[in-house]
């Protein structure tokens, strides 16, 4: 293979040796026809000089390839004034070949006192190859299309005009016995004409020469192997038999011979060669054809039984009508192959999507689309089955849809569970509506009758102490401390289940509100002569009043179970851990058996006797609601007789 790159240097190399040969040459014939040094202005001896009009067009040229790389436009305006005077040195020298001498260009800048006919004047072929050159080089900048194709023509045929001089030269062809067309056309001038030419043709991309040249094709690595063969051989040989028939070691008619009997089966042994060394490449190209060939029906063979395994695959033509399913789409949906074939893809349909779910499918993959969502679809035994389902449109070279594909995971199972249990969650969550109701209206309702018996042994207890015993009125206390006992326990009950309406979201300093509660509860504090130690606790979001609850009943218990002789001492900290405050609040007290950490958050759950520690078994229950409603967890570590602490945690909302 010819990288690209490698190109692209010897394209640069080759351009750079180009351009200083027309230079180098241009200028040495200059001063050579200026210092009349004839060796310079022929080379061979006795052939062709190179005329100093000629001297310039070359000159010109190697000023136009080293301009060509600048992208100026002042640069531009001279390219293609020398590209026009290129061409209008060659059209007048023509003129003059034709007897059209209404202005001599000959020896307009030097006289030529060295050649005898037509001095200064160069050949025909030479006139002809720098109009040409002009009009290639005109070509190559301009942007009309057909203007560059007339451009890449004048190049190839100054390149075979050249040629045809060089081979003339290689030949030792005499210049007598050359046309008039070529006589006076110098060696060195037709070696630049041939190298400005094929550099030209070399650099342009759309040139054929170019493609041919560089491609990678089996066309162009044979003409790469070949053409330096066909050209040399026959000028070497052509060489050898011209000189062997002017020294008149052989005749013209056996050198004929010769050239068709050697130049026969030589080039055939050539093409022989070149085709054997092709034919293996194309054997190596089918075997390696073949083998990714098998590699890629292997895998996806391979690949379609994984698929076929797990999804269920059918294809439909146009009309949606299935064309193709495979083995496990018959086994959910219970069709036979035949039964399904040429049905429409909505014999599936289950009744559970409104019209608007299909039309919006329909939509989508009409457009172009990949549609994927879940469905549910119908067996032919009347089972339901969802699937997770792509539908994927397939387009022809024209881009109009021929076929769709409809490619689906079996998502029943998941589905079912999902659907029961959020019938479970609605059952649940109306089930805790109801609760709730009934516990409002039962503590709202008890609330009337108590105040009536309140009031009435009040009344009784003031008015009538004459009709009392001593009995009588102790009885009415106990009936007072009970019902002011029930009536503290409904006002719980009703704070508890208030718990989660109208709660509003607020930024809490929690050194603050632990501050309040401790005002709130300085009767206690001071009665039980505790001491409260809190430091540096956060400030978050939460709900004020409820987080006001929690800390106000956790301090209340703390003080409340104290130890008999001990006083109270309460610590409360708090740290952050992964999206969450843990809070603790540690006391002196009498300790919770750990066999009770669980059932002391279970409303109306307490371990002592009321006569001991007053109380109505809600506090924790509702500690346990408020957290619950922070997004955190409530537990307590303690051991009986050692104190406890108590721990919750509140999630950090986005606003922290
Ligand atoms: P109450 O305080 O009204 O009895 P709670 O729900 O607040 O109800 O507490 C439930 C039970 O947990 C209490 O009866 C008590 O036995 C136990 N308890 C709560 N806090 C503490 C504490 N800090 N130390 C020891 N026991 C406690």
């Not at 991309?205 to 330096?228: A, C, V």
């Not at 063969?229 to 052989?250: A, D, K, M, R, W």
């Not at 709130?520 to 609850?549: K, W």
């Amino acid at each position: 293979m010819v990288s690209n790159s490698s190109v692209k240097f010897k394209e640069h190399i080759f351009s750079k040796v180009v351009v200083a040969f027309c230079l180098l040459i241009s200028i040495s014939v200059i001063l050579g026809w200026v210092l009349e040094l004839v060796g310079i202005l022929s080379i061979i001896p006795q052939a062709a000089t190179m005329k100093f009009n000629t001297a310039l067009i070359f000159l010109f040229s190697g000023i136009i390839l080293f301009l060509s790389k600048k992208n100026k436009s002042e640069f531009k305006s001279l390219y293609k004034a020398l590209s026009y005077t290129m061409i209008f040195i060659g059209a007048f020298t023509i003129a003059e070949h034709l007897g059209l001498s209404f202005f001599s260009i000959d020896n307009i800048f030097i006289p030529d006192k060295l050649t005898t006919t037509n001095p200064g004047r160069m050949s025909p072929a030479t006139a002809i190859c720098s109009i040409l050159i002009g009009v290639g080089f005109l070509g190559r900048i301009s942007s009309n299309k057909a203007i560059n194709k007339i451009g890449l023509y004048s190049f190839k045929f100054t390149a075979i005009l050249s040629l045809v001089a060089i081979i003339s030269y290689l030949l030792l062809i005499p210049l007598s016995s050359k046309t008039v067309f070529f006589k006076s056309m110098a060696i060195h001038t037709s070696g630049l004409f041939l190298l400005i030419s094929t550099l030209q043709l070399f650099n342009n991309p759309n040139s054929s020469f170019h493609q041919i040249l560089i491609g990678d094709y089996e066309g162009s690595k044979l003409t790469r192997k070949i053409l330096p063969v066909i050209i040399l051989f026959p000028i070497f040989y052509s060489f050898i038999l011209i000189f062997g028939i002017n020294q008149e070691f052989i005749s013209v008619d056996f050198g004929l011979v010769a050239y068709a009997a050697i130049f026969i089966p030589l080039s055939i042994i050539y093409v022989s060669y070149i085709a054997i060394g092709l034919n293996k490449s194309e054997k190596e190209r089918r075997k390696l054809g073949q083998e990714l060939e098998d590699s890629n029906r292997y895998y996806l063979k391979r690949f379609k039984q994984g698929v076929d395994q797990v999804s269920l695959i059918g294809t439909l033509d146009i009309n949606r009508n299935f064309t193709y399913v495979n083995e496990l789409f018959c086994e959910v949906f219970k069709y036979g192959k035949d039964e399904i074939l040429n049905q429409n893809i909505s014999i599936l349909r289950s009744g559970h999507h409104e019209e608007k779910f299909y039309t919006d499918i329909w939509k989508k993959v009409d457009s172009g689309e990949i549609w994927v969502d879940e469905m549910k679809n119908k067996g032919k035994d009347g089972s339901f089955h969802w699937t997770l389902t792509a539908i994927i449109p397939f387009k022809n070279d024209k881009g109009e849809i021929f076929e769709f594909m409809s490619l689906s995971q079996n998502i029943t199972e998941r589905k079912t569970a999902e659907e029961s249990k959020s019938d479970y969650f609605k059952k649940l969550e109306y089930k805790n509506k109801e609760l709730e109701q009934f516990a409002y209206v039962a503590s709202h309702d008890l609330q009337e009758p108590l105040r009536t018996v309140n009031n009435f042994t009040e009344l009784l207890a003031k008015r009538r102490t004459e009709y009392f015993d001593e009995l009588g009125l102790k009885s009415l206390q106990y009936i007072q401390d009970a019902t002011s006992r029930m009536s503290e326990l409904i006002k719980n009950l009703l704070d508890y289940n208030r718990l989660d309406k109208d709660n509003i979201l607020t930024q809490i300093d929690c050194n603050q509100l632990v501050k309040d509660v401790e005002k709130d509860l300085s009767m206690n504090i001071d009665d039980a002569e505790a001491t409260l130690i809190y430091n540096n606790l956060p400030t978050l979001f939460g709900y004020e009043t409820p987080l006001r609850l929690l800390f106000q009943n956790l301090i209340n218990n703390a003080i409340k179970f104290r130890k008999k002789d001990i006083k109270p001492l309460i610590e409360i900290n708090a740290t952050l851990k992964a999206g969450e405050w843990l809070f603790s609040i540690r006391d002196n007290g009498i300790g919770i058996s750990p066999k009770y950490k669980d059932k002391i958050f279970v409303i109306f759950q307490r371990l002592h006797n009321k006569n001991k520690y007053k109380g109505s078994g809600i506090g924790l229950a509702h500690c346990r609601k408020i957290v619950d409603l922070h997004q955190g967890q409530i537990w307590v570590d303690s051991i009986d007789d050692e104190g406890s602490t108590f721990y919750f945690t509140i999630k950090i909302k986005e606003h922290d």
